[in-house]
């Protein structure tokens, strides 16, 4: 994953996201028409991004689109927990998942990461605690929902399978989530449909919603990946030929008898 998508990727998928969210503001004018446009073209910034990653990589992603896009439409328009400006789910926001979960693994892949995990990981858990603590014990808008997705985001990072996409995705997230919210393309709510749970704009911890999305990839590609090679036996998932099988020896006609007369 390394070779296929440096860190400066991902620092480059998501300053796309910035500019979409950027443009979505200040273009507010053409309502949805516009969102689509962009949503076109994020698609194409994806398919670029997936052309440079490893079929199984490709194939999580588009589980991680897929089972974000859901979510977004449960929890968008149908409960109301956040909302974007026009009430919908804009065209751009199902390829920006799947951009923003590539730049968690570009991000979290970086060399120097690698090389000092156990810091980074220590230093993701103290701001993500103190961001969590300030919106529980100080912030006038309390925020019960983000300290419930840090200890996510902690439990994951701690246990889960995919550390360094927890680590990218604390820095892409937590990016994505204050430009969104600071430009106003989209505002959480103060409480949860129940009531009971107060939310942050944005919640702190948001990024540990990227860990269960992480795991429906994991969980869901390989059996995809398996169907892939049935439907398909004589191609790899890559889209090369595969191999011809070696062709079986031919034998050799027996020897004839020689007339000595």
């Known amino acids: 994953m390394r070779r296929e998508l440096p860190p400066g990727a991902g620092l480059a998928m998501m300053s796309w996201l910035t500019l979409v969210l950027w443009l979505d503001r200040v273009g507010g004018g053409d309502g949805p028409w516009q969102q689509r446009g962009l949503g076109a073209l994020t698609w194409v910034v994806l398919a670029v991004a997936l052309s440079r990653v490893s079929p199984t ?7 991680v689109v897929a089972f974000a896009t859901t979510v977004e439409y449960v929890f968008s328009p149908t409960l109301g927990v956040y909302t974007y400006r026009f009430h919908n789910v804009p065209a751009y926001v199902p390829p920006g998942h799947g951009l923003v979960y590539l730049s968690a693994f570009a991000l979290g892949h970086a060399v120097l990461l690698d090389r000092h995990r156990r810091t980074a990981v220590g230093v993701v858990l103290l701001a993500g605690g103190a961001w969590a603590s300030y919106g529980v ?117 027996p020897p004839q008898p020689v007339d000595v007369r």
């Open 57 to 63: 990589v490709r194939v999580q992603t588009l589980v």
């Open 137 to 253: 014990l100080v912030a006038q808008r309390t925020d019960a929902l983000g300290a419930f997705w840090f200890a996510c985001l902690a439990a994951f990072l701690l246990r889960g399978p995919s550390q360094a996409v927890y680590l990218g995705a604390f820095v892409a997230v937590s990016w994505l989530e204050l430009v969104g919210t600071h430009l106003g393309t989209w505002v959480w709510s103060t409480h949860d449909p129940t009531g009971w749970i107060p939310i942050g704009n944005p919640p702190s911890g948001a990024a540990g919603g990227y860990g269960w999305f992480d795991l429906a990839g994991l969980l869901v590609a390989p059996p995809l990946l398996r169907l892939a090679r049935v439907l398909r036996p004589g191609r790899r998932l890559s889209g090369t030929p595969a191999a011809a099988p070696p062709a079986l020896p031919v034998p050799e006609a």
